[in-house]
């Protein structure tokens, strides 16, 4: 989503670097051209005039000019009063009280306010240990109801058994009673959206805060809309005085000015953001991380903790038996390849990458996307003995396979040299252990 915004900031941060010495004259030249990235980039003007005044008052000060490295002085200013732009200390969805905890998901028709509280739901049952109630309270949309159960049938989560002729209000109420009948200690409630902010639908909600008493109300805003997001947060907020935003559509390609305003106009913490269509495709907002991604320093955090969801300690145990036992086979070789697709896509791990994007900027990226599936597909044009026995692949099993996925021979040749790679590394296993062998595997498919 940042990519214009990193790279137009990159350039800033080059010229400042070419300058032998760092001077109020230059200094001013930088902000003036971090002034034109930032409204470029879709942030508030409001949002861009508080935080150039704050790196403005540090960056002159005489700690940056008078230091031996006042160019990372000045980023390292950036850096910190981005982190303070988008909220600062990362903040958790406090779900102390008593149970069930309500917490009511608000907001416009299309921001993807029923599918983020099944990916909620999900993420709350996973991490924090929760029983969460699903409640379909949007009567207006006559498709809301059925996709939210949908929903919760994908997930195995109970669902309310709403009736579009019922006041919201009233299915709100009867789905708390509900939810404590069935010892459910958390109920999320989908509210009805518009097209646009309208007094029929904030009094509607009104009704339905003050009877229920939710712990937390959450707008649900697309960060693909710009700057209308932040104007849609602040009618909310003066209607139902919000405790959190949770911005979606955060891997598409707006231009991020949502992110970057919201925090700072309506002074509500970002908690999560949405960044995919799959259910799973949910993360907590951290403020310094995506500071860091924004500047092009990555966010090797995040990297980790997808690798740690995506690599189980069961998979990492399954993995030094097969190293000890020197038992590794094509069956091995592939389910490698689904946990690296379990973290993301290719583009969006480089994104945690500390400096992959400028070394890749002229890499097709979605040429190695179809080489992974191009693997798989061969893979599972074999059969199981050839998966675990390579060395009976003769000629005419190579063509064989090759017709089979779509292929040539030369790309099953291909792809067992990749796997021999793999094997002396898994030899090596025990003494590097499983961190190492995830780190050398995204590398072979290049």
């Excluded at 994908?154 to 939810?179: F, G, Y």
């Excluded at 026995?389 to 030369?410: E, H, K, M």
């Amino acid at each position: 989503m940042f990519e214009t915004l990193t790279d137009k900031l990159d350039l800033t941060f080059k010229k400042l670097r070419g300058q032998g010495k760092i001077t109020e004259r230059n200094i001013e030249e930088a902000l003036r051209e971090v002034r034109l990235a930032l409204l470029e980039a879709d942030v508030h003007f409001q949002a861009v005039k508080s935080f150039l005044e704050s790196v403005k008052s540090k960056a002159l000060g005489q700690e940056v000019l008078g230091s031996l490295t006042p160019d990372q002085q000045f980023i390292k200013i950036v850096r910190e009063e981005m982190i303070a732009l988008l909220g600062g200390e990362h903040q958790d969805l406090d779900l102390r009280a008593a149970p069930p905890v309500v917490v009511m998901l608000v907001g416009l028709q299309g921001s993807g306010k029923t599918t983020t509280l099944a990916k909620l739901a999900l993420y709350l049952e996973k991490e924090k240990k929760r029983k969460p109630y699903l409640v379909p309270a949007d009567i207006h949309r006559p498709a809301a109801i059925e996709q939210l159960g949908i929903l919760g049938r994908e997930l195995n989560l109970p669902v309310h058994d709403s009736k579009p002729e019922e006041p919201p209000l009233r299915i709100c109420r009867e789905a708390l009673e509900e939810a404590k009948r069935r010892l459910c200690d958390l109920v999320l409630l989908d509210t009805a959206g518009r097209l646009h902010i309208d007094e029929e639908l904030m009094r509607e909600l009104k009704s339905i805060k003050e009877s229920l008493r939710p712990r937390h109300i959450l707008l649900i805003a697309d960060a693909m809309t710009g700057q209308d997001a932040v104007h849609q947060a602040r009618g909310f907020n003066e209607w139902l005085d919000l405790t959190g935003i949770i911005l979606t559509k955060m891997d598409g390609d707006a231009r991020g000015g949502a992110a970057l305003s919201m925090r700072e106009i309506v002074r509500k913490p970002i908690l999560f953001s949405g960044i995919g269509e799959k259910l799973d495709a949910l993360e907590p907002f951290y403020p310094d991380r995506m500071a860091s991604r924004i500047l092009g320093m990555g966010d090797v955090l995040s990297l980790i903790e997808k690798a740690g969801h995506a690599y189980e300690q069961k998979e990492i145990e399954r993995l030094e038996n097969i190293a000890k036992k020197n038992q590794f086979t094509l069956e091995d070789f592939q389910a490698q390849l689904q946990q690296i697709k379990k973290m993301g896509s290719i583009g969006d791990l480089l994104d945690l990458v500390p400096g992959a994007r400028k070394l890749t900027q002229k890499t097709d990226l979605s040429q190695a996307e179809k080489e992974l599936k191009r693997v798989e597909a061969i893979i599972n044009s074999m059969t199981i003995e050839e998966r675990r026995n390579p060395a009976v692949l003769n000629g005419s099993r190579r063509r064989r396979i090759a017709q089979g996925s779509g292929t040539t021979v030369t790309d099953i040749n291909r792809l067992i040299k990749q796997f021999l790679e793999m094997k002396k590394v898994m030899q090596r296993f025990n003494k590097l252990g499983a961190r190492a062998l995830f780190n050398r595997a995204p590398n072979l498919f290049h």
